[in-house]
């Protein structure tokens, strides 16, 4: 059975780049057409889907994220990274990362259900 286990910072200061990693294990980040995401929820709101990284590779944002946002592989270490840069308060949150049997439609990317595993979550908090 995959599991997904996201490790980070915890507090950065605003205009830093936070790092994020998500690491696998049952299960290989290039194998069976899975994406793996990220998805974050800040304090007393919804889910907000930020980007994903295909089993080839290939990566797509959201378009509100995009401009500032790099999600990478270490395929040896089975593992994904999130690196939003230039962060501020707002992107205060518990960041996830999940697994999804190939990639979502943009009306579901915020529904658990499109996801068939997930990490627990790790709080990041964005303060000086």
């Known amino acids: 059975q995959v599991q997904l286990q996201e490790s980070g910072p915890g507090l950065v200061k605003p205009s830093q780049t936070l790092s994020l990693t998500c690491t696998v294990s049952?299960?290989?980040?290039?194998?069976?057409?899975?994406?793996w995401s990220w998805i974050r929820q800040p304090p007393g709101k919804g889910l907000e889907w930020i980007g994903y990284?295909?089993?080839?590779?290939?990566?797509y944002y959201s378009s509100s994220l995009k401009s500032r946002t790099s999600i990478s592989r270490d395929t040896p270490k089975n593992q994904f990274t999130l690196q939003p840069s230039s962060v501020t308060p707002e992107d205060t949150a518990v960041y996830y990362c999940?697994?999804?049997?190939?990639?979502?439609?943009?009306?579901?990317?915020?529904?658990?259900?499109?996801?068939?595993?997930w990490g627990q979550g790790t709080q990041v908090t964005v303060s000086s």
């Open positions: 999940a697994r999804s049997q190939g990639p979502i439609a943009i009306a579901a990317r915020t529904s658990r259900y499109a996801y068939d595993s």
């Open positions: 049952g299960g290989s980040i290039t194998g069976n057409s899975y994406y």
């Open positions: 990284i295909s089993y080839s590779g290939s990566t």
